[in-house]
C-alpha cells in the first residue's frame, strides 16, 4: 500500500514563510513527477508547482518567485518552501506523485490527505 503523508502547515501571518514535507512511503519501484495542488473554500483544486525525477520545475504564475518546490529522491520527500504569503494562499495543501508500485505495473497517481494553511492579513 502506497501513503503520502504531508506536515508543515498552519497559521502564518502574510509576508511569513512555510515549509511543506510529503513523504511517500510503502510498496514503490519508481516515483515520476510529483507535485503540490491546493484548494481554497469554494473553489477547484489547482496546481501549485511539480517536480519531474530529474528536478525540471514548474509552478502556477501565481506563486512564481514566491514558492519553490525541490525533492530528495533518497528519501521519496517532496518540499514546497512557501515565502511571502499572502492571505490567498489560503487553502487545503495536497501532495501528489505519480509513481510505479513494481517493474511490471503501470504508473497511478496518488495522493496525500491534505494539510493547512491559512495566512492571516
Known amino acids: 500500500q502506497v501513503q503520502l503523508v504531508e506536515s508543515g502547515g498552519g497559521l502564518v501571518q502574510a509576508g511569513g514563510s512555510l515549509r511543506l514535507s510529503c513523504a511517500a512511503s510503502g510498496h514503490i519501484f519508481s516515483i515520476n513527477n510529483m507535485g503540490w495542488y491546493r484548494q481554497a473554500p469554494g473553489k477547484e483544486r489547482e496546481l501549485v508547482a511539480d517536480?519531474?525525477?530529474?528536478?525540471?520545475?514548474n509552478y502556477a504564475a501565481s506563486v512564481k518567485g514566491r514558492f519553490t518546490i525541490s525533492r530528495d529522491n533518497t528519501k521519496k520527500t517532496v518540499y514546497l518552501q512557501m515565502n511571502s504569503l499572502k492571505p490567498e494562499d489560503t487553502g487545503v495543501y495536497y501532495c501528489?506523485?505519480?509513481?510505479?508500485?513494481?517493474?511490471?505495473?503501470?504508473?497511478?497517481?496518488?495522493w496525500g490527505q491534505g494539510t493547512q494553511v491559512t495566512v492571516s492579513s
Open positions: 501528489n506523485a505519480d509513481l510505479i508500485k513494481a517493474y511490471y505495473a503501470l504508473p497511478g497517481v496518488y
Open positions: 517536480i519531474t525525477s530529474s528536478g525540471n520545475t
